[in-house]
């Protein structure tokens, strides 16, 4: 298996622009993340799905943050409009069952830079 | 290489040596504990795990130890190499919840 995959592996973009990240989980996992890693916060947790639905999204920082889950080889985070404080390195992670239980095996993250 | 962190407390250690990492975790309902490596400009890579039930585990040059009265978990490299240089994570589980949340990391040196 290729592992996760996440694409762009860089954006630069300027303020104000729409971005849009993208991740293909490892076939037959149910759980896909995304986290954000920076200096200042280290890695956090922004939003969750199981088997394709949203489940927490408590860590997503505002209303400019969402991310979809189509099916179950395809999700995307999308900022909008983007903004300098979102400078950072988003992972995408998958597992086969709960975290509880199951390895979260991540991607090699898409750096953002804002503009 | 990825910003990880410029500020992470740094341990540095002779290449050959054994190293140890230190974790303290904040809660106490906590009860599966793992450890992550991250590589410059990569993602976060599982090592080992160890559940509550367990106060050491071993795996191949690595060890954890888990002291649930203190809450601290420590990762063991033995006789570490080059390519041990990385930010090492522990991250915590609670009641196998969904999610797991990660500590801030140390950043391993290998000194040749």
């Known amino acids: 298996d290729a592992g996760v995959i996440q694409s762009p592996r860089h954006e630069v973009t300027e303020m104000g622009q729409e971005v849009t990240l993208r991740c293909k989980p490892i076939s037959g996992h149910d759980y896909l993340f995304w986290y954000r890693q920076t200096m200042m916060r280290g890695l956090e947790l922004l939003i969750y799905?199981?088997?394709?639905?949203?489940?927490?999204d408590s860590g997503m920082p505002e209303d400019r943050f969402s991310a979809k889950m189509p099916n179950a080889s395809f999700s995307t985070l999308k900022i909008q409009p983007s903004e300098p404080r979102d400078s950072a390195v988003y992972f995408c992670?998958?597992?086969?069952?709960?975290?509880?239980?199951?390895?979260?095996?991540f991607g090699p993250g898409t750096r953002l830079t804002v503009l | 290489g990825e910003s990880v962190g410029l500020h992470l407390p740094t341990l540095s250690v002779q290449e050959g040596d054994n190293s140890i990492i230190n974790c303290a975790y904040s809660?106490?309902?906590?009860?599966?504990f793992i450890w992550y490596k991250q590589e410059s400009g990569k993602g976060p890579q599982f090592i080992i795990d160890i559940r509550s039930n367990m106060d050491k585990r071993q795996g191949q040059r690595v060890t954890v130890l888990l002291n649930k009265t203190v809450k601290h978990l420590s990762l063991q490299i033995a006789a570490t190499q080059p390519g041990d240089s990385a930010v090492y994570f522990c991250a915590e589980n609670m009641n196998r919840d969904d999610k797991i949340i990660f500590g801030k990391g140390t950043r391993l040196h290998i000194l040749p």
């Open positions: 809660n106490s309902a906590s009860d599966y």
């Open positions: 799905f199981n088997n394709n639905v949203p489940i927490d």
């Open positions: 992670a998958s597992s086969l069952g709960t975290s509880g239980t199951d390895t979260q095996y």
